[in-house]
């Protein structure tokens, strides 16, 4: 009796997480379709918030320098501190230089991420859905290549149009993913 208690607890369990997992699916899809609705804006957005982290981060980093100022490095965190702070600072002023700043490393992001997301496909190539995260890795490793071929006038709206291309398809290889376990479980499920 005990063991069935803990499987019905497990299940409910493992439901609860494919639920979940299927719901951050549906979710990034939505965000994915937005963001590609919108890429000048989205754009714009990222490289906001960008810069937004980056003077938060300075100002605590230099907080961290002054309450450790005997530790010694004092210096140098201040730097550190100065050089993000100045960095976020120099986004908000010039957003377009930030955004062809931003573009590059977007594009270097993007095909280091196809290149995880494909090793993640062939790792879970057993499961019956592999083939989504194959197909997001291949058109995340595209989209960061595209960026290389068209750079610097593609810049102000790439960002935005990119990113939401790789969430949406991030968002239905989650979904099919989601779908498999659902179907796995349930099958398992009325088997016993």
Known sequence: MTTNVSDNINK????????????????????GILAVAVPSFTTIAAET?????????????LGYAFQTRDRGGFVWKILLGILYFATGVMLLIYPFTGVLTLTLLLG????????????????LRPQQNWI?????????????AMIW?????????VIGL??????????????????????TLNHSEAAA
């Open 132 to 144: 989504w995260v194959l197909a997001d890795g291949i058109i995340t490793l595209l989209l960061g």
């Open 49 to 61: 918030w960008i810069a937004l982290m980056l003077i938060f981060a300075g100002g605590a980093k």
């Open 149 to 157: 071929f068209q750079w610097p006038f593609n810049a102000p709206w």
């Open 12 to 31: 409910g369990d493992i439901n609860k997480g494919i639920n979940n997992s299927l719901l951050i699916g549906i979710v990034l899809t939505i965000l």
């Open 108 to 123: 270097s992001f993007l095909l280091t991420e196809g290149v995880f997301e494909l090793i993640l496909a062939f790792r």
């Open 162 to 183: 990119l990113v939401g291309i790789s969430i949406l398809f991030s968002g239905i290889s989650r979904i099919m993913l989601s779908l498999n376990a659902r179907s």
